[in-house]
């Protein structure tokens, strides 16, 4: 965030003002033994976490030695700061405090959790030297049987974004081995459960009134033998290589004008897919009118008319069909007048 650069540079020019007092009370906290810094935090927590930090209370959490780990969160919660990216985290953030705390209530995993807003911890944020926010540290104990052979804070970036408190607590857990890491319970969404049953019961109503209505159209044989015919018309013309290829509609034939037909049997446009189904779903039609429509008529004459009309149909469609594989690729063998 670029506010940060300069608010950290006015701050610099108050360190020189700091309260004697304050920070003699910041010094008399942090001597306190380890143990007893534990308790006095983790009480806090049981009645609020993440707990809410200062720059003195800060120190006093995090100063060595230490035998237990603190999660602080460096963030900037303003709206003067805009930071987006720290409100989207700030409840996930209060989620995984409030279910890694209940679920340790004896604090038995010892790790504490707390949050640094800038306006509360301005000398801190210059001491990191941080230019964003947020930021998460993992402070790993100085003493005791967890103890880490370095005292540096181990820093979570949130390069990709506000991250779930699933992915958080799974970080942690990582960095907290042999202790005790109770899961993350989210609260119940009543307004999703209720607006859940409301639908799937408005959608079961809908249903059962519409039923005798949509019944005789799913029974149906045409609508299934209609439904069958295009998925075969449009499988079979090339409908999925177009959807894997991502090819074009049409192209241009170099000469100012529209190609409608691609080059070679490997290759083919969307507009050309649609040509073939359609002569396609033609031959269907006619095979089945001769095969299932002229034998059925009584009269010879209209019988005779219908059969030639029909194959007339079937042969001129079907000369077209291979004049479009030659043109594809002159190599095809087969031909039929009056396309050629």
């Keep these: 965030m670029r506010w940060l650069p300069a608010l950290l540079s006015a701050a610099s020019l108050l360190l020189t003002a700091v309260n004697p007092a304050v920070a003699a009370k910041s010094a008399s906290a942090s001597k306190r033994a380890p143990e007893e810094r534990f308790n006095h935090f983790h009480a806090k927590s049981l009645s609020s976490t993440p707990v809410k930090l200062s720059d003195a209370s800060y120190r006093e959490l995090t100063a060595a030695p230490r035998d237990y780990s603190v999660a602080v969160l460096m963030t900037a919660l303003d709206s003067r700061f805009v930071c987006q990216l720290c409100r989207e985290f700030q409840p996930e953030w209060e989620l995984l405090a409030r279910s890694w705390t209940k679920g340790d209530k004896k604090g038995e995993s010892r790790l504490l959790f707390g949050t640094l807003d800038f306006l509360d911890g301005r000398d801190i944020f210059m001491s990191f030297g941080l230019q964003t926010a947020p930021v998460l540290f993992l402070f790993p104990p100085t003493v005791g049987p967890h103890a880490s052979g370095s005292s540096e804070p181990i820093r979570y970036d949130f390069t990709n974004g506000p991250a779930p408190a699933e992915h958080i607590h799974a970080w942690l857990s990582r960095h907290l081995p042999n202790r005790p890491h109770p899961p993350i319970k989210r609260p119940i969404n009543w307004m999703r459960w209720i607006t859940t049953i409301v639908l799937l ?82 031959l269907a039609l006619s095979g089945i009118s001769l095969a299932i429509k002229v034998p059925r008529m009584t009269d010879p004459k209209t019988q005779s008319v219908a059969l030639l009309a029909w194959g007339g149909v079937m042969y001129f469609v079907y000369s077209f069909l291979m004049s479009i594989f030659r043109g594809k690729n002159p190599g095809y063998p087969f031909a039929l007048p009056p396309f050629v």
């Design 201 to 282: 019961a408005g959608g079961a109503t809908a249903s059962l009134v519409a039923w005798p209505y949509v019944l005789p159209v799913v029974q149906s044989r045409t609508v299934w033998a209609a439904i069958t015919l295009i998925s075969i018309l449009l499988f079979t013309s090339g409908h999925m290589f177009n959807q894997i290829r991502n090819v074009p509609y049409v192209a241009g034939d170099g000469r100012g004008g529209i190609a409608y037909f691609a080059h070679g049997f490997q290759n083919q446009y969307g507009l050309e897919t649609q040509i073939v189904a359609a002569l396609y779903g033609i």
